[in-house]
């Protein structure tokens, strides 16, 4: 018997889905299928059907529908983040399974909500954290982990995309906002090199672009006296790079973030300084293969619904931060599962395909994280 492929619809066709998701399924063929695209766009749906030879395309309306059509076994959520709440509790009640784009939801709330309907109704739920199967920020968390620099004790991060007015990532009602976009990478690379979570924040923010801040400064508190600070905007010219500095050395990763370009580590230990270029790669295939392969062996995927509301907590509570101008202390809060270097999955690179009525947040020929 051939092995069963997962049957995706790529719900949302924005920026993100047309240059990475869509794509990437040429690189999972394993067990990975693209069976339908969903989006409010008739020319968009037309001509991405076309282009991928998509057997069913819909629009949001019929979004039941498609999760009742028995063509699909699996959601990729492509979409605004105020929306991934409702279309992963709708999916999960279909018996269908989540794979969602991060942040996971906008309050933790929402995330508790779309781990509960995915429990009742026995359907996986991941969130898609692409850099979690990546080598570079795997091996940065290996060295981490492994003593080589000593032990951990500071972190430090700038990523920068910039972002012209109009575009959804600066619009407060659909969740923009700079710590929603980039902001949740930095936590994200923190909490995984330190393998622990904060216990108190602070945040102050500068400037407005549209209806959100333009850029925000944070700083983490970890147990055992680990700081992490980080720095992340919309209004500059484009960097993405963090620094882990140990009793014995200290790793820096720059570019750390990206997807559309090599990624690079400086290892410094005691004086002496490696370092090393890790080859563009597709980033998004091996979380369609990961997924999928959970999915098939009734496996729990990493990262989980635990770990999206882990960084969606700090999120908020780095927001209430910047506005009263006072630290926030954040419970206690466990997390069993870390990524880890066995995750990975190489893919090679594919080609930036054109776009249908889909804007790059920086304008014309711009990369999005």
Known sequence: MPKRLIRYAVVGLGHIAQVAVLPAFGNARRNSRLAAIVSGDPVKREQVQKKYAVPN????D?????????????VYLALPNHLHCDYAERAARAGVHVLCEKPMALDEAQCERMAAAARAAGVKLMVAYRLHFERANLEAIETARSGRIGEPRLFNSTFVTPVVPGNIRVRRETGGGVLWDVGIYCINAARGLFRDEPIEVGAATAGRLDEVEESVSCWMRFPNERLASFTASFGA????????????????????????????HRLTID????????????????????FSDCVLQNRDPEPSAEEGLADVRIIRALYRAAESGHPVAL????RRERQSLEQEIRRPPIDKPQVVHAEAPSGAGGQHP
């Open 237 to 264: 010219a484009k960097v993405s790079s963090y620094r882990i500095a140990g009793t014995k050395g200290d790793l820096a990763v720059d570019p750390a973030y990206e997807y559309a370009k090599p990624l690079k």
């Open 331 to 334: 419970a206690p809060f466990e």
């Open 62 to 74: 019929e979004y039941d529908r498609c999760l009742a059509s028995g063509e699909v076994d699996a």
């Open 271 to 290: 004086g002496e300084v490696r370092e090393r270029r890790f080859a563009k790669r597709d980033q998004f295939a091996p979380e369609l293969l990961y």
């Open 57 to 60: 395309a819909y629009a949001y």
